[in-house]
Structure formats: structure tokens, C-alpha cells
């Protein structure tokens, strides 16, 4: 499946936000060509959220362990909770020194934020895509999840005296 292809499955996901910044766009330039998964239903940029996924198209100047700058090569990343995160890539999913980066298809723990819990993939394949494709849907749900709680506590009255 191609990059294209897994960002059209991920547009079907109820609520969610494809950012996509374009060269010449309001955006950082370092972020033009990659793609950030967030939750929003009223399609607006979330404030002070980080997204549930990204496909990163690129080296960047402190993580060019995936080789993105080589032809055709791109990163899926999803943030994972912790469990899954240990179920994924067992014990050794915290210690960088043990994994091979540009390895391709196969879950490797995100070259700098393992500590979050994410995972990234380069170039999934049949060995990862319908696994990544199911932790993408799981990953929208929590966010989903976690934006309904954000909002109840704004609705919920402030504690005031009842007279």
C-alpha cells in the first residue's frame, strides 16, 4: 500500500483532521510534505495537542536514523498507550541501541519518542500495515476519548454556592 493509500484509509476515520502543509504554506517549512493526524470534528487545528499519528517524508536534523532522504522512503508513527506500546515491541522497546531504524516493514519504537510511547514504521508493508492500520483506528479512538473528557470538563458549571 502506498503512502497515498494509507492516508485515504485514515481520512475515513470519523473526525479526523489530515494536516497536510504544502510548500509555501503558513506552516514551519520543515513540516511541508508530512502529515499530522489529530481528532476534530469541526475540522480546526486542536491548540496545545499533539496528533495521534504522522507520516514523516523526511530526515530531520536530529532524526536521519530511518534514511527518509533516501528515493521513496517514508515514516508512519503512532502513538500508542503504554500497554500496547510493551505487547508491541516487548522489554527492549526503550533501548534505542538495539534496533536498526532503516530497517522497513517492521515496528521499531520512534527514534525520539519511544519514551511516549510511539512506534514508527518505514514503508509498511504486508507484515505491518493491517496491524498499524488497526493501532491508527485505536490510537483516533483515545484521542477522540480524551477531546469528549476535555470538553465535559469545560461544560461542567464552575463550583459555585447553591442558594
Given at each position: 500500500?502506498?503512502?497515498?493509500q494509507v492516508?485515504?484509509t485514515?481520512?475515513?476515520?470519523h473526525?479526523?483532521?489530515?494536516?497536510?502543509?504544502?510548500?509555501?504554506?503558513?506552516f514551519?517549512?520543515p513540516a511541508?510534505?508530512?502529515?499530522f493526524f489529530?481528532?476534530s470534528?469541526?475540522?480546526?487545528i486542536?491548540?496545545?495537542?499533539?496528533?495521534y499519528?504522522t507520516?514523516?517524508?523526511?530526515?530531520?536534523p536530529?532524526?536521519?536514523?530511518?534514511?527518509?532522504d533516501?528515493?521513496?522512503?517514508?515514516?508512519?508513527n503512532?502513538q500508542l498507550?503504554r500497554?500496547?506500546?510493551?505487547?508491541l515491541l516487548?522489554?527492549d522497546?526503550?533501548?534505542?541501541?538495539?534496533w536498526?531504524?532503516?530497517?522497513t516493514?517492521?515496528f521499531?519504537?520512534?527514534?525520539?519518542?519511544?519514551?511516549?510511547s510511539?512506534v514508527?514504521?518505514?514503508?509498511p508493508?504486508?507484515?505491518?500495515l493491517?496491524?498499524?492500520l488497526q493501532?491508527?483506528e485505536?490510537a483516533?479512538?483515545?484521542?477522540?476519548?480524551?477531546?469528549?473528557?476535555?470538553t465535559?470538563r469545560?461544560?461542567?458549571?464552575?463550583g459555585?454556592?447553591a442558594?
Open positions: 500500500m502506498s503512502m497515498h492516508l485515504d485514515i481520512r475515513t476515520f473526525g479526523v483532521l489530515v494536516l497536510s502543509p504544502a510548500a509555501g504554506s503558513e514551519p517549512q511541508w510534505g508530512d502529515h489529530y481528532y470534528p469541526d475540522g480546526t486542536p491548540q496545545n495537542i499533539q496528533p499519528g507520516i514523516i517524508t523526511k530526515n530531520y536530529e532524526d536521519a536514523g530511518s534514511r527518509l533516501t528515493g521513496g522512503r517514508w515514516r508512519l503512532i498507550t500497554a500496547a506500546y510493551a505487547e516487548g522489554a522497546g526503550q533501548d534505542r541501541s538495539a536498526h531504524f532503516a530497517r516493514d517492521v521499531l519504537p520512534h527514534p525520539l519518542y519511544a519514551a511516549q510511539w514508527a514504521v518505514v514503508n508493508g504486508d507484515r505491518t493491517p496491524t498499524a493501532l491508527l485505536e483516533h479512538q483515545s484521542a477522540k476519548r480524551r477531546t469528549e473528557r476535555r465535559a469545560r461544560a461542567q458549571p464552575s459555585g454556592a442558594s
